[in-house]
């Protein structure tokens, strides 16, 4: 694709519940990272990909959190007993390598909300 | 720890005004200082990404420089207009570390530019 492709755009979800929020790089970045952007803040880091494997998750809040790159392209947040703490946006983000000279390309993000 | 913090925190000023956002860092181990411009509901986009070795770079109505002796950057906009109302964030990648290309963003200055 053109850009870097969130999906849903919308999650609405009730406390306790699973989720899976999708990130679509573009086509041939080996890197992927994804952010929290909590309301009236700059983006938190999460989690780096390179290829298929996760070299740093030292972002993720807790082990409710966990992300998976099985191909070394597509990438799925995935969030446990969700909490009300966890609304936030999801950002994710792609590169051609993981220098950091490489400027990131962000998808529009997918805005969680736990009720 | 790296720390970015952004002033101001919102800003309001008539069309066609020349206006300066600031941004500053703590560690200046730094490979480069980008900028981002993020509308509502939107991901991220790249505005400028000025390299450890430059001080400035410039694109159109923008202007970025960077002083990592004392930690700060700033972006410039000329003869503002409405169009350029965003949310402006500013984000560096810390050298060392395991994640290359891992961004520390500052919280934003919110930008609105009235006709």
């Known amino acids: 694709g053109a850009g870097v492709s969130q999906t849903p755009s919308n999650k609405v979800t009730e406390k306790g519940k699973y989720v899976e929020l999708r990130c679509d790089p573009i086509?041939?970045?080996?890197?992927l990272y994804w952010y929290r952007q909590s309301l009236g803040q700059g983006p938190e880091f999460l989690i780096y990909f390179q290829g298929t494997g996760a070299a740093d998750d030292s972002g993720l809040p807790n082990d409710r959190f966990f992300a998976v790159r099985p191909e070394g392209s597509v990438s799925t947040l995935k969030i446990q007993r969700t909490e009300r703490g966890d609304s936030a946006v999801y950002l994710c983000a792609s590169s051609p390598g993981g220098e950091p000279k490489n400027i990131q390309y962000f998808g529009a993000g997918t805005r969680l909300s736990v009720l | 720890k790296q720390e970015v913090t952004q002033i101001p925190a919102a800003l309001s000023v008539p069309e066609g005004e020349n206006l300066v956002l600031n941004c500053s860092f703590t560690?200046?181990?730094?490979?480069?200082l980008q900028w981002f411009r993020q509308d509502p509901g939107k991901g991220l986009t790249s505005l400028l990404l000025?390299?450890?070795?430059?001080r400035e770079q410039t694109s159109g109505r923008l202007n970025a420089s960077l002083d990592k002796s004392s930690g700060r950057s700033t972006l410039y906009i000329a003869a503002s207009q409405p169009g350029d109302s965003a949310t402006y964030l500013c984000a560096a990648p810390r050298k060392g570390g395991t994640s290359y290309g891992k961004l520390t963003f500052g919280q934003g200055t919110i930008l609105t530019v009235h006709p």
């Open positions: 000025i390299q450890s070795s430059q």
């Open positions: 560690d200046s181990a730094i490979y480069n």
């Open positions: 086509s041939g970045h080996t890197a």
